[in-house]
T-cell receptor, first 111, second 113 residues
Framework: KQEVTQIPAALSVPEGENLVLNCSFT??????LQWFRQDPGKGLTSLLL?????REQTSGRLNASLDKSSGRSTLYIAASQPGDSATYLC??????????FGPGTRLSVLP | DAEITQSPRHKITETGRQVTLACHQT?????MFWYRQDLGHGLRLIHY???????NKGEVSDGYSVSRSNTEDLPLTLESAASSQTSVYFC????????????FGEGSRLTVL
């Protein structure tokens, strides 16, 4: 059974810093890995989807990488802004299962 | 723009009552999912459907049911609400298994007293 973990659970950084969020999964037989953002009291907003044949995806200041062999994905946020403050979740879409979510990393970007 | 709409957004009910949460998507996606989100447990899959007339149990399906009579809708029913079902419920959809990006609704906050 797939298990997804995220480290750190919470992170606080000053505005302008580059930062990395980590996602680990136990079963490398995945179709896709997807990163989401969740603001308090809101639904999940899709940020990036990395298919199993890809190594990374980029959108604006966000870059997500995928290393299936090591069971890891990272989300890199460049030049962080207070508006980036949210909880970031990753989810692995497995063969024979559906998306399994990590617990999330709560990010605070301080002005 | 395509979207997923959940209703009601907030509901308070009493133990033992039947509750139905609605989910309507305009993406024309085959796959639809219901999750619940609780502190300390993250997002857990309740039920899912890969198409009309198809429904399947997820990780935490006890006390819940779904039906899929058309592509757009997957209502979630709590047959006899319990306090343990107090949670935030999210509906999601994707185009096809293995290819699809997952899209979420805004959530329904349910309180069972």
């Amino acid at each position: 059974k797939q298990e997804v973990t995220q480290i750190p659970a919470a992170l606080s950084v000053p505005e302008g810093e580059n930062l990395v969020l980590n996602c680990s999964f136990t079963d490398s037989a995945i179709y896709n890995l997807q990163w989401f953002r969740q603001d308090p009291g809101k639904g999940l907003t899709s940020l990036l989807l990395i298919q199993s044949s890809q190594r990374e995806q980029t959108s604006g200041r966000l870059n997500a990488s995928l290393d299936k062999s090591s069971g890891r994905s990272t989300l890199y946020i460049a030049a962080s802004q207070p508006g980036d403050s949210a909880t970031y979740l990753c989810a692995a879409d497995n063969y024979g299962q559906n998306f399994v979510f990590g617990p999330g990393t709560r990010l605070s970007v301080l002005p | 723009d395509a979207e997923i709409t959940q209703s009601p957004r907030h509901k308070i009910t009493e133990t033992g009552r039947q509750v139905t949460l609605a989910c309507h998507q305009t993406w024309n996606h085959n796959n639809m999912f219901w999750y619940r989100q609780d502190l300390g447990h993250g997002l857990r899959l309740i039920h899912y459907s890969y198409g009309v007339q198809d429904t399947n149990k997820g990780e935490v399906s006890d006390g819940y049911s779904v039906s899929r009579s058309n592509t757009e809708d997957l209502p979630l029913t709590l047959e006899s609400a319990a306090s343990s079902q107090t949670s935030v419920y999210f509906c999601a959809s994707s185009e096809k298994k293995g290819t699809g990006e997952l899209f979420f609704g805004e959530g329904s906050r349910l309180t069972v007293l």
